[in-house]
């Protein structure tokens, strides 16, 4: 057993190794994403989201007659219980973020089933119902004839869905599925530890993706870009915000050192965008305030070795499919949902309870006090 | 930094020290539990619910003033928004396990309010709820005159509640309101750590309590004292099941190598429960059927020490209580969610995201290969 020779703490468990994966590699020396053996680059172009689905949960591309099979079920499961419909409803009156909503609305799948196939088709029904419902619009059923990319699209609006958006989605959800044991992915195998279901594993691991340190901020990266507007202002305000001590949202990871790969996959998907769209502004301009950050990253933190991250490319590429910043954030759990339950599987397969230990800081050998003669102590919360 | 000095792989995460906390102190080898700085049987036997969960989330015990605001917001954040109610409907409809409705219905307290205190309050309500609503029974309202514990056990029938048996609950719910870095309440502290917030922090750690490898047996461990019956027939019953490979319901821990020391303090609350209600025979039993269990497993399994655990008194403790075998589970996240709390604020003040590595053991270097040349493959689930 690997142990620590004495209690030392490490709270962010950076360098523990918890877990063996076939799922993902990530060389953050080396700038390489490995997605179940393929390059990311090498597979975000050419699958469809089903066949990364597959090749998650399986450990191998399907064949035709297991790719038809599978869309037949996804395709068959899209459908929300009404329990569901009416729960997100009432998020979209309380007014709550989509991450809220759709964590609340995920936790509901249950009453339907806890099939794998099930929990990953109900995500974008989940994600565009409740876009709808915040725009005061009534969801859309979802199509049977589409697949998993086509079909979310074809919810948000009811439009006939262009194949170069449906390829740029599917390039995206292909990007994100899976990398290592990031913090959401963690918590699903954590939960999955303790022989619970994939429902529970969803659910949790949505509530950390969540979370701003995890979930990113790809919303704000693109702010950035609209902030700066002109290709010319991009030095000024760059040079403004590093040395007002603001960090540039778009850039750094925690663990790539060197150009996040999944990077450049979506930099070459928002480019088909928008040379088809017509109009290469914004994303000449996000290029050139990507070149001036990088510059000056490296003049005023020299060594830092700060690089565009995932997120930079997702904001513009998501912008350039026509999707709303808020879905952001959604989006990423549509595409990511796979993985968590690829890592559940792998888990259950070879399961051990996660359970570290803690270190005691604290107060020892206090006696019980007697209400009456208590002082009253400043409160915490 | 504390690293391994290789892709040691540690899937357990045993004996990896991934928090400070002022919040509990296990102490496996001398078999003690200190709940922030008191001994549990301190603690246990004299404080309210209200007040053991004050000290978790300040640090110190609350003055009176402190204790009658606190048990006030308590009290008026009891009602569920009627989605809530609603939500448990279709959960009963359905047929969910307590659990699964636990968690599906805490996910929506979202719709009210995301404060401890509120999380914490509902908690009990839910879970009387549910009970009803699958028992064909109308839910009742909470009553804002009682403190937690009463407010509970009066939401169950609807009865007068009889102070011992508040006493006796109040006992468990303090018992077992927190134990160090288990499986959910690491998970609450893997949400915390992204900046997520506590709702999503405790449904995740639901999730996890859930599994049968975390939240326990304790309707099990009652079983095997019903299934023996007999005293006389303890022995021989035991024999034939550990001589078959069974494991025991209710004896060993990873942690305690000596009697667990929350097993003592139910057994005195329950065998006070017993007395009372006039008949022993049940709790003698049980002390019958402990005592041949742990001479047997010293017999068949020397040196392992595995000893009466706390699902063996928390069994008996809440079957003295009235409690159905179906309510024990969740009885246990009414009180560990306050533990769960604790840890989400303690990791808030002092915050690093958790985000461990995988050791990857997949192929590298797939090539794409087109649909139509694929071999079908043997599926994996």
């Not at 468990?13 to 063996?20: I, K, M, N, R």
């Not at 020396?29 to 989201?49: D, M, N, P």
């Not at 990007?175 to 290592?180: A, I, P």
């Not at 990031?182 to 279901?197: K, P, W």
Request: proline share 5%; glycine share 8%; hydrophobic share 45%.
């Amino acid at each position: 057993m690997a142990t620590y020779g004495g209690p030392m703490v490490n709270s962010g468990l950076e360098g523990v190794v918890a877990a063996t994966t076939r799922l993902s590699h990530v060389d953050g020396e080396r700038g390489e994403l490995v997605i179940a053996g393929y390059q990311v680059g090498e597979l975000a172009a050419h699958a469809t989201f089903e066949e990364t689905t597959w090749l998650l949960w399986h450990g191998e591309l399907p064949s035709n007659a297991q790719l038809e099979s599978f869309r037949a079920t996804l395709a068959a499961a899209r459908a929300l219980a009404p329990a569901t419909i009416a729960l997100l409803r009432e998020c979209a009156r309380a007014n709550l973020a989509p991450m809220d909503a759709l964590r609340a609305a995920a936790g509901t799948i249950s009453l339907r089933s806890e099939e794998p196939a099930v929990i990953v088709a109900c995500f974008p029904t989940i994600v565009a119902a409740y876009w709808r419902l915040t725009k005061g619009m009534e969801p859309l059923a979802p199509r049977s004839d589409l697949g998993h990319a086509a079909g979310f699209l074809s919810m948000l609006n009811g439009e006939v869905v262009d194949p170069e958006r449906v390829r740029g989605l599917e390039t995206y959800l292909n990007t994100v599925v899976d990398h290592g044991l990031n913090a959401s992915t963690f918590t699903a195998r954590v939960i999955t530890s303790t022989g619970s279901d994939l429902v529970s594993a969803v659910v949790g691991a949505l509530g950390a993706l969540k979370g701003p340190l995890h979930g990113g901020a790809p919303g704000p990266a693109l702010d950035l870009v609209f902030e700066i507007g002109d290709a010319a202002r991009a030095e000024p305000v760059l040079r403004a915000k590093i040395e007002a001590g603001e960090k540039l949202m778009g850039f750094g990871h925690r663990v790539y050192k060197v150009r996040d790969p999944r990077a450049d996959v979506l930099a070459q998907a928002a480019e088909r965008m928008f040379t088809r769209a017509g109009d290469m502004s914004l994303y000449t301009l996000a290029r050139s305030v990507e070149a001036t950050a990088i510059r000056l990253l490296e003049e005023y933190k020299p060594g830092r070795r700060l690089q565009t991250n995932v997120e930079f490319y997702t904001a513009l590429l998501l912008h350039g499919l026509g999707l709303d910043v808020s879905l952001f954030t959604p989006a990423f759990a549509i595409s990511r949902v796979s993985g968590w339950i690829a890592h559940a599987l792998e888990q259950q397969r070879a399961n051990r309870i996660i359970r570290p230990q803690s270190e005691y800081a604290g107060p020892l050998d206090r006696r019980w006090v007697p209400l009456s003669q208590r002082m009253e102590v400043e409160q915490r919360i």
